[in-house]
């Protein structure tokens, strides 16, 4: 990318098994695209486990915080855990999130624009599909939540992955894609709205 500005900004969304399943990649990427944002880089696959279990362990101390998290939520709730180690708990939600994202196809995109994963993030919705806002793509379209999940023994169904910052996009994004395989193009009626200093041409004088 030539600039630092704003408007360079990239993230990673996944398309899930589960969304590709509920035919929804159409209304996923209509949702990210009518707010400006440019679709860089696509491709569907079925991910080997290797290649999830690495996106998921990109950030090194991804197995220590995911279980600890995991272990203060049962414990929020009065349950005891299957497992008092941080780092057995997450082992047991990899292999069950490496199984999930290895069922089917998925569709693994790149997006670029001012604010992305932010702005991704807040039209994706919350992690859990229950407690997800109206308006979001988890909270239009799915049903599931953590204790659903948790009676299941599976991973929450949502649909959706999507980058949590901009340092966790530019590794995901590195893991996912070749260079050449993401593009820097402009959408010009996009960016001469959105970004110009001034909007010039509109008016037929």
């Excluded at 308006?135 to 948790?150: A, C, E, K, N, P």
Aim: charged share 25%.
């Amino acid at each position: 990318m030539s600039t630092n500005h704003p408007k360079h900004e990239r993230t990673l969304v996944i398309i899930k098994p589960d969304g590709i399943q509920r035919s929804l990649i159409g209304e996923i990427i209509k949702r990210y695209e009518r707010v400006g944002l440019a679709l860089c880089a696509a491709k569907m696959m079925v991910p080997t486990r290797d290649l999830i279990e690495k996106h998921y362990t990109l950030d090194e101390e991804w197995r220590q915080k995911v279980g600890e998290k995991s272990i203060a939520a049962y414990n929020a709730k009065g349950v005891k855990h299957p497992y008092a180690n941080p780092l057995e708990a997450a082992a047991s939600i990899l292999e069950r999130l490496c199984e999930y994202m290895t069922s089917g196809p998925v569709m693994v995109m790149v997006w670029q624009g001012a604010h992305a994963v932010a702005i991704v993030r807040k039209l994706t919705g919350g992690t859990e599909p229950l407690s997800s806002d109206v308006g979001t793509i988890r909270g239009d379209f799915v049903l599931d939540s953590y204790g659903m999940s948790d009676v299941d023994n599976r991973p929450i169904r949502n649909l959706v992955h999507a980058s949590g910052t901009v340092e966790e996009a530019q590794d995901e994004i590195a893991h996912w894609f070749a260079p050449d395989e993401v593009l820097d193009y402009k959408v010009i009626a996009t960016e001469e709205v959105m970004y110009a200093q001034k909007m010039k041409g509109i008016l037929r004088i």
